[in-house]
């Protein structure tokens, strides 16, 4: 039988952390749905287009994995598409309160959709897109972070003609 997981996130934008966990789970699932939740409570710096295509980009190596959208709860995102299990990426301890509250939450909505934690390479457990933009805002050199795509669209976005 087939076996999907969704792998969700703000993606904002992809980083060398969440492709280390989409690889690795595309090796463990049959498919890996990547799919980008618009969060609100989020300003992004790449919109949702971006976010797709980087993400596209930056995973078109592996067969089993495709890329989607979806503004909606992530529940009912995951019940559409009949997927499996949710994939989380776990860096540190200050990570596990915040997926334990989505995860208890995401289970009292619809109990049959099982969340799977992947413990981050330790080479990644400091990275996040913020402290990637962060870097990336003042020119840090961020090639060993990011996919050579999300690199390049960095830089474009940074461009100092661009920053006010
Ligand atoms: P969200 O806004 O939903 O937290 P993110 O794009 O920040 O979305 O993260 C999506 C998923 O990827 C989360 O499960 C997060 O823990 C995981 N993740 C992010 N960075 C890393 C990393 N460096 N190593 C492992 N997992 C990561």
Do not use: W
């Not at 492709?19 to 989020?42: C, T």
């Not at 050199?141 to 669209?153: G, H, K, R, T």
């Amino acid at each position: 039988m087939n076996k999907v997981a969704i792998c969700p996130g703000s993606f904002d934008p992809i980083t060398n952390g969440h492709l280390d966990i989409i690889e690795r789970g595309a090796k463990v699932f049959d498919h890996v749905i990547v799919a980008v939740f618009n969060n609100q409570s989020k300003s992004p710096l790449f919109d949702v287009d971006e976010r797709l295509h980087l993400i596209k980009e930056a995973t078109k190596h592996i067969p089993n994995v495709s890329v989607d959208v979806s503004h909606g709860l992530l529940v009912d995102y995951a019940q559409k598409k009949q997927v499996d299990a949710i994939l989380r990426g776990l860096r540190a301890v200050s990570d596990f309160e915040y997926e334990m509250q989505i995860t208890s939450m995401n289970r009292q909505l619809n109990e049959d959709i099982e969340t799977l934690f992947m413990m981050t390479n330790s080479k990644y457990s400091f990275l996040s897109s913020s402290i990637v933009k962060e870097a990336a805002r003042y020119h840090s050199d961020v090639s060993e972070l990011v996919p050579s795509v999300v690199e390049e669209a960095l830089k474009d976005k940074f461009q100092p003609s661009k920053i006010d």
